[in-house]
């Protein structure tokens, strides 16, 4: 392959040298494609929100083939880093970086996460979460989590859109709580949490989805009243009743299945 003048630049610039953990797990030409990706992420030129450049011409700038650039987008979309959107290129994810859950999809498959599992993890990571948020909570993340509370109370009437806010909610108060790391676990287990959970929202009833509107507004003013015990005490509580909630659910549709078990 005849090296372009751009590719030699790239070269001699250092830019194809693995450096950090992050690039260690791809080797050669993929490893160059993540660093490459993470250089423009450290400088600034790549923000959340933001789509990558084409494929063609990611290969000019790193100097390597259109296959080792698609290798290292699926590399550093494993990594949760990028992702693509069917028809519009790559795209650096707006929010906390979430890792891709297919991993965690696979380990449910194989291990039988049950819903006291996934209960037991959310509880685990969000009674922190709601404490340091009463503790760091900007107006705004405060303000983030209010529209989330009355978006809960309008729609009572469709468990399908009640859960989108109420994931919403819970990944405000995660980003609240100002721990990166924090969040980004939150956002994961949300995410494998959504997945299971639209199969089975439309069971709630709404006396259910009434309570948990409400408990969701006393997490909410605990933390714009910046008190932590309260906090806590309340997404406790929330993930506990929401737990036996679901237990107790029947299927509404005849399509009861199998997975009705394991929810
Ligand atoms: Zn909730």
């Known amino acids: ?23 260690d797990i791809a080797e050669g030409g993929t490893g160059q494609v993540v660093s490459h990706v993470r250089e423009l992420i450290e400088r600034g030129a790549l923000k959340p929100g933001d789509r990558l450049p ?5 290969a000019t700038q790193i100097g390597v083939s259109r296959p080792t650039i ?19 290129g790559t795209y650096i994810p707006d929010g906390p970086p979430a890792l891709n ?25 969000e009674v922190g979460a709601a404490g340091l948020a009463a503790e760091r909570a900007t107006p705004e993340q405060v303000a983030t989590l209010a529209e989330e ?5 309008a729609s009572m009437q469709d468990p399908r859109v009640f859960l989108v806010h109420d994931i919403n909610f819970h990944r405000g108060v995660a980003a609240a709580s100002g721990n990166p790391i924090v969040a980004s676990l939150v956002e994961m287990v949300s995410a494998l949490y959504y997945e299971r959970r639209r199969e089975t929202a ?4 709404e006396r259910d989805l009434r309570d948990a509107a409400e408990m969701h507004r006393r997490i909410y003013q605990a933390i714009r009243a910046r008190d932590v015990d309260t906090a806590k005490r ?3 509580d929330h993930l506990i009743q929401a737990s036996r909630h679901q237990a107790q659910e029947r299927p509404k549709a005849a399509k009861a299945g199998r997975r009705a078990a394991a929810q």
């Open 1 to 23: 392959m005849p090296i372009t003048t751009t590719a030699l630049r790239h070269r001699t610039a250092g830019g194809g040298v693995p450096r950090g953990s992050l690039s």
């Open 54 to 58: 084409a494929e063609r011409d990611l």
């Open 70 to 88: 698609r290798a290292g987008l699926r590399t550093l979309a494993a990594m949760g880093v990028v992702r693509s959107r069917h028809g519009s």
């Open 101 to 125: 859950t297919d991993a965690l999809s696979f380990l449910a498959a194989l291990h039988g996460f049950t819903r006291e599992d996934m209960y037991e993890a959310r509880r685990i990571l």
């Open 149 to 153: 509370v009355a978006s809960l109370f």
């Open 202 to 205: 439309a069971r709630a009833s």
């Open 234 to 236: 309340a997404m406790h």
